[in-house]
């Protein structure tokens, strides 16, 4: 029998360890790094899963360093993806960053579609909810479904983020302000479809998953079981002495941000504000800046209002090094924690890494390096989002604990390794391979992705 494994990405591991080793075949030693013009990296998007089919598309990274003289820093930057899973999952983006297109303020403008047919849906309040990773495993007596603990989720998001500096032009003090809109489509997995690919032997059960469960037991609110249109204002402010913002060798930046969805720009009749903070902070270990020691604390809370469960694990930010903004778990703050296994109203994120720059060169007047990090994750619900869960007591009985702990959240923790490749220092594909602490969280996850996590 097949196991639903989250991203078995051979073939993107091949293709990553194919793209370091062909630089390193070729490159010649260059101790000369500057970069002026145009310059762009492009990559196949391929993955495969067992229930979401392959993965196939492409990214590319187009870069403007106008005469070199800000470099590493980049006049304009587009990134843009689009791919497709063969059972239906859809991913198209387009994001636009530069400091230059009005003077003296930095632009970003994000567009993105995303169908996920199988998002992950754990419940709330971190460990409140109980995880039982035998339900999603076909060779386990106690199997249900391999997607007992997913849902569909369609997202469209306009973003758009403004800075610019308070004082004279080299201050590190930026004001920041933006806005964001969001549209989802959520409802439960479409097992149909999800099984047109499969075999008799591995067809997926006609069986409610936990969200539908969940709304059944009136825990989601059935206003919101099928998401909605929501916008928000944010505006806050930024601290940054980095050196170099793909991979910084030194400074901080710090972001606080102050969120507010007004009821006129939301589908439902209640608003919510929300406030955002981000620490990050980096040292060179080394005269030569190849050892790095970088950390991130971030810190999440809800001050008035209702925020809809499925905005529940947005984060907000000035930057987006992913399609996605959100946690806590998977790719972008807990590497391999299950992806969104730590949600609520309010929360504290932190991350540690050692950065490694192994070696570096010059190719066709392209400044390669290759580097390596070592990481360790944490998160934790501070403040839970809250649940009636009478009819789940009444429904359930004796299976009540099977589903439910009464008590507080405590730290969920994961740790592990990563792999780096670096063209003209801003476009860094990266191979992180994370491990759960606590089973309760999951077991691993690999992830190939673009840019340093922080």
């Given at each position: 029998?097949?196991?639903?494994?989250?991203?078995?990405?051979?073939?993107?591991?091949?293709?990553?360890?194919?793209?370091?080793?062909?630089?390193?075949?070729?490159?010649?030693?260059?101790?000369?790094?500057?970069k002026?013009?145009?310059?762009?990296?492009?990559?196949?998007?391929?993955?495969?899963?067992?229930?979401?089919?392959?993965?196939?598309?492409?990214?590319?990274?187009?870069?403007?360093?106008?005469?070199?003289?800000?470099?590493?820093?980049?006049?304009?930057?587009?990134?843009?993806?689009?791919?497709?899973?063969?059972?239906?999952?859809?991913?198209?983006?387009?994001?636009?960053?530069?400091?230059?297109?009005?003077?003296?303020?930095?632009?970003?403008?994000?567009?993105?579609?995303?169908?996920?047919?199988?998002?992950?849906?754990?419940?709330?309040?971190?460990?409140?909810?109980?995880?039982?990773?035998?339900?999603?495993?076909?060779?386990?007596?106690?199997?249900?479904?391999?997607?007992?603990?997913?849902?569909?989720?369609?997202?469209?998001?306009?973003?758009t983020?403004?800075?610019g500096?308070?004082g004279?032009?080299?201050?590190?003090?930026?004001?920041?302000?933006?806005?964001?809109?969001?549209?989802f489509?959520?409802?439960?997995?479409d097992?149909?479809?999800?099984?047109?690919?499969?075999?008799?032997?591995?067809?997926?059960?006609?069986?409610?998953?936990?969200y539908?469960?969940?709304?059944?037991?009136?825990?989601?609110?059935?206003?919101?079981?099928?998401?909605?249109?929501?916008?928000?204002?944010?505006?806050?402010?930024?601290?940054?002495?980095?050196?170099?913002?793909?991979?910084?060798s030194?400074?901080?930046?710090?972001?606080?941000f102050?969120?507010?969805?007004?009821?006129?720009?939301?589908?439902?009749?209640?608003?919510?504000?929300?406030?955002?903070?981000?620490?990050?902070?980096?040292?060179a270990?080394?005269?030569?800046?190849n050892?790095?020691?970088a950390?991130?604390?971030?810190?999440?809370?809800?001050?008035?209002?209702?925020?809809?469960?499925?905005?529940?694990?947005?984060?907000?930010?000035?930057?987006?090094?992913?399609?996605?903004?959100?946690?806590?778990?998977?790719?972008?703050?807990?590497?391999?924690?299950?992806?969104n296994r730590?949600?609520?109203?309010?929360?504290?994120?932190?991350?540690?890494?050692?950065?490694?720059?192994?070696?570096?060169?010059?190719?066709?007047?392209?400044?390669?390096?290759?580097?390596?990090?070592?990481?360790?994750?944490?998160?934790?619900?501070?403040?839970?989002?809250?649940?009636?869960?009478?009819?789940?007591?009444?429904?359930?009985g004796?299976?009540?604990?099977?589903?439910?702990?009464?008590?507080?959240?405590?730290?969920?923790?994961?740790?592990?390794?990563?792999?780096?490749?670096?063209?003209?220092?801003?476009?860094?594909?990266?191979?992180?391979?994370?491990?759960?602490?606590?089973?309760q969280?999951?077991?691993?996850?690999?992830?190939?992705?673009?840019?340093?996590l922080?």
């Amino acid at each position: 029998m097949k196991k639903n494994l989250y991203i078995p990405k051979q073939i993107a591991v091949i293709l990553f360890i194919g793209f370091v080793i062909n630089i390193g075949l070729l490159a010649q030693k260059d101790t000369t790094y500057t970069k002026e013009g145009f310059t762009f990296g492009l990559l196949p998007a391929i993955s495969f899963d067992a229930d979401l089919g392959f993965q196939y598309g492409g990214l590319t990274n187009l870069y403007w360093y106008g005469d070199g003289s800000r470099y590493p820093e980049y006049d304009h930057s587009l990134y843009m993806e689009a791919s497709k899973y063969t059972a239906g999952s859809t991913l198209l983006r387009c994001y636009y960053d530069s400091p230059m297109t009005i003077r003296n303020i930095r632009t970003t403008v994000d567009l993105t579609y995303f169908r996920d047919l199988t998002m992950d849906f754990y419940g709330f309040n971190g460990y409140q909810s109980v995880y039982d990773k035998e339900w999603e495993d076909d060779s386990s007596n106690e199997y249900i479904s391999r997607v007992f603990y997913r849902h569909h989720r369609d997202m469209f998001r306009i973003l758009t983020n403004f800075k610019g500096r308070l004082g004279s032009t080299d201050s590190p003090w930026e004001w920041m302000a933006g806005f964001t809109f969001f549209d989802f489509n959520i409802k439960s997995i479409d097992i149909e479809k999800l099984n047109r690919k499969q075999d008799e032997e591995n067809a997926l059960p006609e069986l409610p998953g936990l969200y539908d469960k969940y709304i059944d037991w009136g825990i989601i609110k059935k206003e919101e079981a099928n998401g909605g249109s929501h916008a928000y204002l944010k505006a806050g402010l930024s601290y940054d002495t980095r050196d170099i913002l793909a991979n910084p060798s030194k400074g901080i930046w710090t972001e606080l941000f102050f969120i507010y969805m007004p009821s006129f720009f939301s589908s439902f009749d209640h608003s919510y504000t929300r406030i955002n903070l981000f620490h990050r902070q980096y040292f060179a270990l080394s005269s030569k800046r190849n050892l790095i020691f970088a950390y991130r604390i971030g810190l999440q809370h809800k001050l008035s209002g209702d925020i809809p469960f499925y905005l529940l694990p947005h984060m907000a930010s000035s930057v987006l090094t992913s399609a996605t903004s959100q946690g806590l778990g998977g790719a972008k703050t807990l590497r391999g924690i299950s992806r969104n296994r730590v949600v609520g109203d309010g929360n504290l994120l932190a991350n540690i890494e050692l950065r490694w720059k192994i070696w570096r060169t010059k190719l066709f007047k392209q400044d390669f390096y290759l580097g390596s990090n070592y990481f360790v994750d944490m998160g934790m619900i501070t403040q839970k989002y809250k649940i009636d869960l009478t009819e789940a007591r009444n429904q359930l009985g004796s299976d009540y604990p099977l589903y439910f702990k009464e008590a507080n959240d405590k730290l969920h923790f994961s740790y592990g390794i990563g792999l780096k490749g670096a063209l003209n220092e801003n476009f860094v594909l990266s191979a992180d391979y994370g491990i759960a602490a606590n089973k309760q969280d999951g077991t691993s996850g690999l992830y190939i992705t673009l840019n340093y996590l922080f």
